[in-house]
């Protein structure tokens, strides 16, 4: 099978949930377990951008004094605000990176999961068919499809983002505010398995923010500057 761009991560997909479903004997139970190996490889990572969402938080009002006292000067305003991250060492991209990471997975998912014939005809609870939408009635007289996944995946990450620590980055947030959005349009209409591995990675990036909220608040300390070459 061809699958294009994400071909690699696609085809190791593939072979992992085949593997996983011939230990478990389910497909459903496969998907489940390969999304939770992957979300605990990435769990440094993860923890490590929770930590640097929160230092934003804690740059939060010097960001507020900065915008009020430059709200005239847009790009002295920028460039006072990127001199703030630069001095307290925080980077307003890191809290994405999780997520850019798991791009290609999610996309090699909707690749894989749109050619496996193996997933056709396997159930899981109310789901008749993983290869197809999750169709449990339509609305009449319009003849909209009620699909319960995706609206259950969107419903986990807005309770993801609600528990998630706010950075201080406008343009990150808005962001965020439309990925549910996107994520639904993605997988509305398209092979219920997708739906629930993006559902099942939410849930535990939730239990993982509720895991580590305990931890220590991290110190906001200004970075060092370089010494000065002579």
């Not at 549910?180 to 092979?191: E, M, R, S």
């Amino acid at each position: 099978m061809d699958f294009g761009i994400f071909g690699l991560v696609s085809k190791t997909l593939l072979k992992s949930m085949n593997w996983l479903k011939s230990m478990l004997g389910s497909y459903a139970l496969a998907i489940i377990v390969l999304t939770l190996i992957i979300k605990s490889l990435l769990w440094p990572m993860q923890n490590k951008s929770t930590q640097s969402m929160k230092r934003m938080q804690l740059l939060q009002p010097k960001m507020t004094e900065l915008r009020e006292k430059y709200k005239d000067d847009p790009t002295r305003m920028n460039t006072e605000v990127m001199k703030l991250y630069k001095d307290y060492g925080v980077n307003p991209l890191s809290g994405c990176l999780p997520m850019l990471v798991q791009i290609p997975i999610f996309f090699g998912f909707f690749t894989m999961l749109g050619k496996a014939v193996e997933l056709r005809n396997s159930k899981f609870l109310w789901v008749h068919d993983l290869s197809l939408p999750d169709t449990i009635f339509r609305l009449p007289s319009v003849g909209w499809p009620v699909n319960i996944l995706p609206l259950v995946m969107a419903g986990t990450m807005l309770w993801q983002m609600a528990i998630s620590p706010k950075s201080g980055d406008p343009m990150q947030q808005r962001i965020m505010m439309f990925m549910p959005l996107i994520f639904i349009a993605f997988c509305y209409n398209y092979a219920s398995a997708l739906a629930l591995y993006w559902t099942v990675q939410n849930l535990f990036s939730v239990a993982q923010l509720y895991a580590t909220r305990n931890q220590a608040a991290p110190t906001l300390l200004k970075v060092a500057a370089p010494p000065k070459r002579k």
